[in-house]
């Protein structure tokens, strides 16, 4: 959802519709040989050994691939490398798994922030096709970016598909100061800003491209580890990563990855807390209900809250000092506790003296609350397209 300030959140995804049928690449076929020899005999490994000489780009299984991230101002949030186009034009995307679209510049956008960035040349693409559909959307900041629609090859960690996506033309002047040049969203389709457009997952898992129709992510936590080794890895489940089993749930509503969130406890002890939430890699704090973020932070010693004033949202501060603190906010996920140390609860120096932290829990979010890379840093989280979707949750490992 790409939450990255302490705002409160507006209504998120503004959609424009046009029902034109879409384009989607062959599924890649598995080359068969198709001399006949008379001489034939049956041995199916040396067949095997032949063809994979022959096309050794053609994968022989459905597989996975990996993307590595880059840790953006100590965990405000993640970026990584997605090739798009031939030859392959690379561009840094935010992964979101609030929002479904995949957009970056186009060359063609001249404003002052799409100039901070790669932009997208389809003139120079050999695989470019036309939609030519206008698209826009917002997210829960208020940021927008507009443009049309294409098609192209997108390549995230070696699984290659094709792929609509979002040229902006026009973007907020917020995106000029991220690092990142666009979003690439793993929500689902049904909140598309263009309805019947399928995602980059829809379309890896249709084309057999994955060995489990599932992303999961690990997102390095400065504080434990400098923040280095983060991944999303497409088609896998890294169990190097995460302790213990993993706990599924099933996902209660599709569009974003949302999920019942039935406690929030402290160091064990219900606060009585409930709500639907989803797990947002596209939001960088945990933004729960105004009572709940009230009875969590009753909980720690030295919490402030100040109201909002003018075009500041309200918000709760802790003592920084609590980044050493051992307790822990947990949150209750089908019938497992997950925890968010309160040492990340401490999460980023107001910088005027008083000793405070701006706290990664927050509230103002009444409707869905949002567990957002507070959450996920403490958390490897595998989300699972396969028939019953739903989200698989572990400690990380570090
Ligand atoms: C990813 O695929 C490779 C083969 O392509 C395999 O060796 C590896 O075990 C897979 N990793 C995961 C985590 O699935
Ligand atoms: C999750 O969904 C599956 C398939 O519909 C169902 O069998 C299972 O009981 C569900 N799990 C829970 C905890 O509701």
Redesign the pocket.
């Known amino acids: 959802m790409r939450i990255t300030a302490l705002v409160s959140l507006a209504a998120a995804v503004l959609a424009i519709a046009d029902a034109s049928p879409l384009k989607f690449s062959p599924k890649h076929g598995h080359a068969v040989p198709l001399t006949r020899n008379p001489n034939y005999k049956h041995n199916t490994q040396a067949q095997i050994r032949k063809m994979n000489v022959r096309y050794g780009n053609v994968r022989a299984v459905a597989?996975?691939g990996t993307v590595p991230l880059v840790n953006v101002q100590h965990d405000i949030e993640y970026y990584g490398t997605v090739s798009v186009g031939t030859p392959a034009q690379n561009v840094k995307l935010d992964f979101d798994t609030g929002s479904s679209d995949i957009w970056f510049p186009s060359s063609s956008c001249t404003t002052t922030a799409c100039k901070k960035h790669v932009r997208f040349n389809s003139a120079s693409s050999s695989t470019f096709q036309k939609d030519g559909r206008k698209w826009k959307i917002g997210y829960g900041d208020g940021s927008t970016a507009s443009g049309i629609l294409g098609s192209d090859i997108v390549n995230v960690g070696g699984v290659s598909v094709r792929q609509t996506i979002g040229l902006a033309t026009a973007e907020s002047t917020s995106f000029g100061s991220s690092p990142e040049d666009g979003l690439f969203g793993l929500g689902f389709n049904t909140i598309e800003s263009v309805a019947g457009v399928k995602t980059f997952l829809d379309n890896a898992i249709a084309a057999n491209l994955l060995?489990q129709p599932v992303v999961s992510v690990f997102l390095p936590s400065y504080r434990l580890n400098g923040g280095v080794g983060g991944e999303y890895?497409f088609?896998?489940?890294?169990t190097a990563r995460y302790s213990g089993s993993l706990t599924y749930i099933n996902v209660s509503q599709k569009g974003y990855w949302q999920i019942p969130m039935s406690d929030i406890t402290y160091n064990g002890a219900s606060l009585g807390q409930a709500a639907e939430g989803i797990v947002d890699t596209g939001t960088t704090l945990v933004i729960i209900g105004t009572a709940a973020a009230k009875a969590v932070h009753q909980k720690i010693a030295g919490s402030v809250f100040t109201p909002a004033s003018g075009t500041q949202a309200a918000y709760w501060s802790v003592p920084c000092s609590l980044q050493s603190s051992t307790d822990n906010v947990g949150f209750k996920l089908g019938g497992t506790i997950f925890n968010v140390p309160v040492a990340d609860v401490a999460f980023e120096d107001l910088g005027d003296g008083s000793g405070l932290c701006y706290s990664g829990i927050q509230g103002g979010q009444d409707d869905l609350w949002i567990l957002g890379d507070v959450f996920i840093k403490n958390n490897y989280c595998v989300f699972d397209q396969g028939a019953t979707a739903r989200i698989g949750i572990a400690p990380a490992k570090y």
């Not at 088609?235 to 890294?238: A, F, Q, T, V």
């Open positions: 597989s996975n060995a890895l088609g896998g489940i890294n």
